[in-house]
């Protein structure tokens, strides 16, 4: 099947301007700002059961249909920070089809309002906000961006704001506080930010995948989108699988492809032929989907088949762990990684992911006892539902399923 | 010099992309051209962006704070920064960055004795199917190196080092 996200894939040249031209590219813009109203071009988006590929998986069309339009101005944010361990598809996306991307970005800035659109990229992705810029530069030549687009009086700009190494600022609201030049810490909601965001003003933040879907389902329509996925996930999905397998790499599937086609058809299999030992489905952030049977790997990734498997599917950042991985040192990584991303404004979190990555560690290195993992066990727990923002919530997660599920692995590394 | 008179250009396309009445964003960008050349942010800079944007000193260094791409300290002129994260621990990166430590003769954190490499581990950055990966951050910005070993490693360190000498 020909791709819908990873087009460059199947049209090598699709990041030249006329390329993407030639190829259907600004069609879809045109149109909705000439021949449509704005929120007919939000009602098209809900109907194709578009949901946000940032990891919540929360519909995109409904979004758009919350922003307060007794405030103004509006803005649209396209979050570009991918930092979450095991995620590398936005960086494909824009590095080589950024103009879908950067469309996606117009077409949901003409739905909502915005006159004036960012896209926050992480600043290691110094080089892609570069490219970003001069493809701006090209639209904005070509009369796609700027003033009274089209002889409408619709206007648009888009522009790039580079972040500095932080993944809380993927954290929608600790983006907007990084924008308006702050330390990128959550905001306390609600109020959420199509109410109040950028500079206190109504704003839509949106994943660069799941913008990227926009043109093709204004273009193709609802029912196009909605024939491909599952009645509760529509469309397509960019997999990053990563770990163990024999060729890791960004995958674009149909939502309910089975974990076995993406590892074993797709990847390849698992390197030195390994047993799959654990999944996680959405990067560092994930619970570990235990492999004991299996049948488990022929569950199809969806949102609602990945939730049957005491799992999220979350931005769908495959990392498979094999046989030779223990989890004692499985999650004293992913626990060091979150002590270090709390942004510190909250106690639990700040706290607890201190505390537990001293516990880990100690487990780790075999200085610990059977009572020093109940104590970890009990720290994860008691931070659950406490933390201001997800993140901490996070921390937790590949602790607790770690201990509860793959508790041999402990036994093991435990003193007497 | 301030950064207005020394960058004029890149000063005034900073200030153009926010609202005038929310100048206080152009803290990111102006850190980030305040720390090109000597790859550190001085204090004066951070005074200089403070008047700048009408904001504290503090607020300035807070945020150099909080970002781990900002510096407030001199380095090596380019820092090394490997990722040891999950994913590309499953691919070997521990190994990878032991490996490095021994052949430069310095430990994660420490600088090369002609100052021209810091070596830092550093968390993903979303190259996980690339593994081992680093990226090097210095006054040609940052840049990615993929797929490495440590062969192709050392080459690329002494090509930085005839650049720098
Ligand atoms: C700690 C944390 C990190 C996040 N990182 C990202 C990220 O890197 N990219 C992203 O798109 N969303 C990230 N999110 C989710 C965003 O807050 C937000 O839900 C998303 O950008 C909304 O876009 P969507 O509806 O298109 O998914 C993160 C959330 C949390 C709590
Ligand atoms: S949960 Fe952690 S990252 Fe989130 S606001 Fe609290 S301290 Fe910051
Ligand atoms: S874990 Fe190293 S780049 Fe993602």
């Known amino acids: ?416 | 010099m301030s950064l207005a008179e020394k960058y004029p250009k890149e000063v005034k396309q900073i200030l153009a992309k926010y609202p005038p009445e929310h100048k206080r964003s152009a803290v990111m960008p102006l850190l980030y051209l305040a720390q090109r050349e000597e790859g550190y942010i001085t204090k004066a800079a951070m005074q200089d962006i403070a008047r700048m944007l009408d904001i504290s000193e503090t607020d300035v260094a807070s945020i150099v704070g909080f970002y781990t791409l900002y510096h407030d300290k001199k380095e090596g002129k380019y820092r090394m920064q490997v990722c040891t994260d999950l994913p590309c621990a499953l691919r070997g990166a521990d190994e990878f960055l032991d490996n490095l430590c021994a052949n430069l003769g310095i430990k994660v954190g420490e600088t090369t004795p002609d100052g021209v490499i810091t070596l830092e581990a550093v968390m993903c950055l979303a190259a996980c199917d690339k593994a081992p990966v680093f990226q090097t951050q210095g006054p040609d910005g940052i840049k990615y190196h993929e797929n490495m070993t440590v062969d192709k490693t050392m080459e690329l360190i002494e090509a930085l080092r005839k650049s720098s000498a």
């Open chain 1, 1 to 416: 099947m020909a791709h819908i996200l990873l087009r460059h894939r199947d049209i090598p040249d699709i990041h030249k301007l006329e390329v993407y031209k030639k190829n259907g590219g600004f069609a879809a813009f045109q149109n909705a700002v000439t021949r449509m109203k704005p929120n007919e071009v939000t009602e098209v988006v809900k109907n194709s059961g578009l949901r946000g590929r940032g990891g919540a998986g929360f519909p995109t069309g409904m979004k758009w249909s919350f922003i307060d339009n007794k405030n103004w101005p509006h803005y649209v944010v396209a979050n570009a920070d991918e930092s979450e361990p095991g995620t590398f598809k936005d960086r494909e996306i824009m590095e080589s089809n950024p103009f879908q991307f950067l469309e996606g970005v117009a077409i949901a800035s003409y739905a909502v309002g915005a006159n004036a659109a960012y896209v926050y990229l992480r600043g290691e992705f110094w080089q892609i906000a570069a490219f970003l810029d001069e493809k701006i530069a090209e639209m904005e030549a070509a009369g796609y961006l700027g003033k009274n687009l089209f002889g409408t009086d619709y206007s648009l700009k888009i522009y790039t704001h580079l972040g500095a190494g932080a993944y809380i600022c993927g954290e929608e609201t600790a983006m907007l506080e990084s924008i308006e030049g702050k330390r990128g810490q959550p905001r306390v909601r609600p109020p959420f930010p199509p109410s109040y965001g950028l500079y206190g003003k109504p704003t839509i933040v949106n994943n660069v995948e799941t913008l990227t879907n926009v043109p093709l389902i204004l273009a193709n329509g609802a029912e196009w989108y909605k024939s491909m996925g599952t009645a509760d996930s529509a469309g397509v999905k960019i997999f990053s699988l990563s770990g163990r397998v024999r060729k890791p790499g960004n995958y674009e599937l149909p939502f309910g492809t089975t974990f076995r086609e993406l590892i074993y058809t797709y990847g390849g299999g698992v390197q030195d032929s390994r047993k799959v030992k654990a999944i996680m489905p959405a990067g560092a952030s994930s619970s570990l989907i235990l492999v004991d049977d299996e049948k488990v790997l022929d569950t199809p990734m969806d949102y609602a088949s990945v939730r049957t498997l005491g799992a999220d599917l979350g931005s769908a950042s495959v990392i498979v762990i094999d046989d030779t991985v223990s989890m004692d040192w499985l999650i004293n990584k992913t626990v060091h990684f979150f002590r270090h991303e709390s942004c510190g404004k909250c106690t639990p979190c700040r706290e607890g992911t201190y505390w537990m990555s001293h516990l880990t560690e100690r487990i780790h290195e075999g200085r610990a006892t059977r009572a020093d993992v109940d104590l970890l066990l009990n720290v994860a727990k008691q931070m659950q539902g406490k933390c201001l923002c997800a993140l901490g919530e996070f921390s937790t997660m590949a602790v607790v399923t770690g201990i509860e599920r793959f508790r041999q692995d402990f036994d093991k590394v435990v003193k007497a």
